[in-house]
């Protein structure tokens, strides 16, 4: 700063404050379509917008249980896709098991495993045993 009178400094301030306008700033020009025109013209307005908000929330909330639902319905398929897998795996596991037991219930195969536990076949054939009732009642 140099040295001047206080009175020079506040006359230099009053004029650079007199040059300094404020501008306004100008109102913007709104395109003219069709978003624009149907905002303004006031064919939605505020009152009409607040008495369907009851209505949008309404189709809100049933496009996010048809949301919920489709979600629902895609998880019950895999579900029942990984169910119908596990049922024809168990299916070829009952066939192999049953054919097992088929084989090994076979004479030959039940005469093989006797054989170890030292029990073997007869040959000669059963006989009948009869019992003779007395007809004396003593």
Same mark, same amino acid.
């Given at each position: 700063?140099?040295?001047?009178?206080?009175?020079?400094?506040?006359?230099?301030?009053?004029?650079?404050?007199?040059?300094?306008?404020?501008?306004?700033?100008?109102?913007?020009? /709104?395109? *003219?379509?069709?978003?624009?025109?149907?905002?303004? $013209?006031?064919?939605?307005?505020?009152? %009409?917008? &607040?008495? !369907?908000?009851?209505?949008?929330?309404?189709?809100?909330?049933?496009?996010?249980?048809?949301?919920?639902?489709?979600?629902?319905?895609?998880?019950? /398929?895999? *579900?029942?896709?990984?169910?119908?897998?596990?049922? $024809?795996?168990?299916?070829?596991?009952? %066939?192999? &098991?049953? !054919?097992?037991?088929?084989?090994?219930?076979?004479?030959?195969?039940?005469?093989?495993?006797?054989?170890?536990?030292?029990?073997?076949?007869?040959?000669?054939?059963?006989?009948?045993?009869?019992?003779?009732?007395?007809?004396?009642?003593?």
């Amino acid at each position: 700063m140099s040295n001047r009178f206080r009175t020079e400094i506040q006359e230099e301030e009053e004029e650079a404050e007199e040059l300094i306008v404020e501008d306004k700033p100008k109102k913007r020009e /709104i395109p *003219d379509n069709f978003f624009t025109q149907f905002f303004t $013209k006031r064919f939605i307005t505020s009152e %009409k917008a &607040t008495s !369907a908000l009851p209505f949008v929330l309404f189709i809100a909330f049933l496009g996010m249980v048809y949301i919920g639902n489709m979600h629902l319905a895609e998880k019950t /398929i895999r *579900d029942i896709d990984d169910l119908t897998k596990e049922v $024809k795996e168990r299916s070829w596991d009952f %066939k192999t &098991t049953k !054919a097992d037991m088929a084989f090994k219930s076979t004479l030959i195969e039940v005469a093989k495993r006797a054989d170890t536990l030292g029990v073997r076949q007869s040959v000669e054939p059963p006989k009948k045993i009869t019992v003779k009732e007395d007809n004396d009642e003593n």
